[in-house]
């Protein structure tokens, strides 16, 4: 059974029904796609809709999944609309964690006659159990941290500042073949250890998160 499959049978997402993914890390899970869009699936059909900068990513990193490329005057939404169109879907699940109340008004405008409903975290549950390439990856980034944690040991020194450290770590987990952070690193000692960043505070950029529309 594939993720998308275990997904339509742990939502009961019924022959008429869809599924719109906006999350990252969802979209990745499910297709093995690393940029930017949605991914709009049901019984019988699956697709990514992303710009004409992520078109041949798309292709190459999720076969066998539909790609459909927005355009001035057609956006995300307005593709899946076209897409549960033609597989006859008259309800769709969605992330209302990740969708703002904007968007969801948007949604529900473009989306007339589907009948939207709260997936609540389901690709989330199934991705709880992990399989064996998941397993693989994390033995592999635990031995990447570690590799890197103890080459960072000799230079950690007096006079060494938490930036320059978290710099240090940030490159040897790259060279040690890491694709990139799960998150910002965080390096505190002395004086700044009950400190939680060391560095400057920025805010969370959310351009390109609810432009699917």
């Avoid at 599924?19 to 949605?38: A, D, M, Q, R």
């Avoid at 199934?126 to 399989?131: E, N, P, S």
């Amino acid at each position: 059974m594939t993720r998308i499959e275990k997904v339509l049978a742990k939502a009961n997402v019924a022959a008429h029904e869809g599924v719109i993914i906006h999350k990252p890390s969802n979209i990745f899970y499910l297709s093995g796609y690393t940029g930017e869009g949605i991914l709009v699936f049901g019984h019988g059909f699956k697709a990514i809709i992303t710009d004409f900068r992520y078109t041949e990513q798309a292709e190459n990193q999720a076969p066998g999944f539909q790609v459909l490329m927005v355009g001035k005057g057609l956006s995300h939404i307005m593709l899946a609309k076209k897409v549960f169109d033609e597989n006859a879907v008259t309800a769709a699940y969605f992330e209302d964690d990740e969708i703002n109340v904007r968007a969801f008004r948007k949604m529900e405008e473009v989306l007339n006659g589907i009948t939207l409903s709260p997936i609540n975290n389901v690709p989330e549950q199934v991705r709880r159990i992990k399989d064996e390439g998941e397993i693989a990856a994390i033995e592999e980034a635990c031995n990447i941290s570690c590799q890197a944690f103890e080459a960072l040991l000799p230079h950690i020194k007096p006079g060494i500042t938490e930036k320059q450290l978290q710099i240090i770590l940030d490159n040897l987990l790259l060279e040690k073949g890491a694709d990139g952070l799960a998150f910002s690193t965080i390096v505190a000692s002395g004086e700044n250890g009950s400190l939680p960043l060391c560095h400057s505070w920025q805010p969370r950029n959310s351009a390109g998160r609810y432009d699917h529309l």
